[in-house]
């Protein structure tokens, strides 16, 4: 559509345009009014940056994560939603093979780079990564770059960065869905969703497939469970009796910095457990598979023996790498280079303390049991749902805070001051080290939780100078074309 069209038709609130920004938003008729007028600054930033031309509009969420942390790389399942903040992005073709892009806010630097087989990544922490990342996968998805047509952008996004709610993941969807919209290109959504979930990889980061799966494949009105190798999804209803509160720890979790390697190196600790639960049950020291879900399906019974297992075959100190070689039969240099390995090929040096490798393991099988108890509750036609929910998400933060040890003390403290106000459960979401925590509230009392947990935590923090801290969320549509 002509970008002065569009605009003028946004301007007019026309039901046309309104329908369609409301039906990706679970009717939220708020969040359709605040997506309209980031739309109409997105396409003033366009036809000054560019030009006043046909343009696509695309939109990836970001998402929460209700149960299920940590669990994807490990091959188990994850029951998050997609929701109402996302990336919004006003796309035009250009007539070579150059993708150029700009932000609405200046500070965001734009830039631009060539469509090529092997594209190179700019510098660590640059946002522009994010935009590479969606081309290099859909290149590697195709095996070609050729006619590949670049592409001018603007990008518009209100998922609150470095907080546990994907806006990289919801950055990396929308760039390839304009990728895909400017090439007359469609991939089927799961496909789609297997293609982004490696694309962390080009960011250095061995993360699993969630974040990019939901914002690909959101429900609006639902929330998903996910499986992994390959990406399955089962619709999950929430109880009707509660609402979702995100709070905002304003600890910074950001992917290209200090949440990176921690979240590499609980990576390596579930590889290395994988690897001795495998050899301890009398299997060959094997390289690949190598996710603790390949030794749960194929060697034990389920998750009690599996539970039962890690704790005794498993000691509690942590591994030094001379431990893991003995267990593991292999020498020492194996054990460091080849054991203590990401996926992505970074290799991880022994933590002071050792590889906490039972307590991780411990963590991924119990939350993993959660994730299926939580589905078989919200889609059966059990009373109380929210409370046996609540209670859930509550053993969930305690191992993730306890055995996995991605909490922190600020974390801890907003799910204390959700709990304190009556929440049925409260957790953190994401891969942690700051970032958001989930409350499943009762519903119609999120004022009241928000001032509650604003006195509790916000103002003893110093924090009340931030006017966006705490978010409803109803789950959202996942990622698509709005306007064409
Ligand atoms: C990050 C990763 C996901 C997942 C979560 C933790 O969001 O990108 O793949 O591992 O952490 O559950």
Same mark, same amino acid.
């Given at each position: 559509m002509n970008s002065a069209a569009l605009k003028a038709k946004l301007e007019a609130k026309d039901p046309s345009v309104m329908e369609v920004l409301l039906s990706v938003n679970a009717q939220a008729a708020d969040v359709a009014e605040e997506a309209r007028q980031r739309l109409i600054n997105a396409i003033t930033v366009y036809e000054k940056t560019f030009a006043s031309e046909e343009v696509v509009v695309v939109r990836a969420p970001g998402r929460v994560n209700l149960i299920g942390e940590h669990t994807d790389y490990n091959g188990f399942p994850v029951m998050p939603m997609a929701i109402s903040r996302d990336m919004l992005i006003v796309a035009g073709a250009s007539k070579d093979n150059v993708i150029s892009f700009a932000n609405?806010?200046?500070?965001f630097q734009g830039g631009s780079f060539t469509i090529e087989r092997n594209i190179p990544p700019y510098?660590?922490?640059?946002?522009g990564n994010y935009i590479k990342s969606a081309t290099q996968g859909l290149i590697d998805f195709w095996g070609t770059e050729e006619g590949l047509q670049g592409l001018k952008m603007v990008i518009d996004g209100?998922? !609150?960065?470095?907080?546990?709610?994907s806006s990289s993941a919801a950055f990396t969807v929308a760039a390839a869905e304009a990728i895909l919209a400017i090439n007359g290109r469609t991939i089927d959504p799961v496909v789609l969703a297997e293609v982004m979930a490696k694309s962390d990889h080009y960011v250095g980061m061995a993360s699993g497939g969630m974040d990019q799966s939901i914002s690909i494949l959101g429900q609006a009105g639902k929330c998903l469970k996910i499986d992994f190798y390959p990406i399955r999804t089962k619709l999950v209803t929430l109880p009707k009796e509660a609402d979702i509160l995100v709070c905002h720890s304003r600890v910074k979790a950001a992917k290209a910095g200090n949440a990176r390697v921690a979240y590499n190196m609980r990576t390596v600790e579930c590889r290395i457990a994988y690897m001795l639960l495998h050899k301890l049950a009398g299997?060959?020291?094997?390289?690949? !598979?190598?996710?603790l879900y390949d030794w749960f399906a194929n060697e034990t019974e389920g998750f009690d023996d599996a539970l039962n297992k890690i704790e005794t075959a498993l000691v509690d100190e942590g591994y030094t790498v001379k431990m893991i070689a003995e267990a593991l039969g292999v020498s020492e240099e194996y054990a460091a280079k080849e054991v203590c390995l990401t996926k992505t090929g970074e290799v991880m040096p022994e933590p002071q303390g050792g590889f906490q490798v039972k307590k991780r393991a411990r963590h991924v099988i119990s939350e993993a049991r959660r994730v299926e108890d939580s589905m078989a509750l919200l889609n059966g036609d059990s009373e109380n749902k929210a409370e046996a929910f609540g209670l859930l998400m509550d053993q969930s933060h305690a191992s993730c805070r306890d055995d996995y040890e991605i909490s922190c003390e600020e974390l801890n403290a907003l799910v204390e001051a959700g709990k304190a106000a009556g929440s049925y459960g409260s957790r953190l979401t994401g891969a942690g080290f700051g970032g958001c925590t989930v409350h499943l509230i009762p519903k119609g009392k999120g004022p009241e939780f928000i001032k509650k947990i604003h006195e509790a935590y916000y103002l003893p923090h110093d924090l009340d100078g931030y006017a966006d801290n705490q978010y409803l969320f109803a789950p959202a549509q996942g990622a698509g074309v709005l306007f064409k």
């Open positions: 609405v806010i200046p500070s510098q660590g922490g640059d946002w209100n998922v !609150p960065l470095a907080s546990g709610l299997k060959a020291g094997a390289k690949e !598979p190598t996710m």
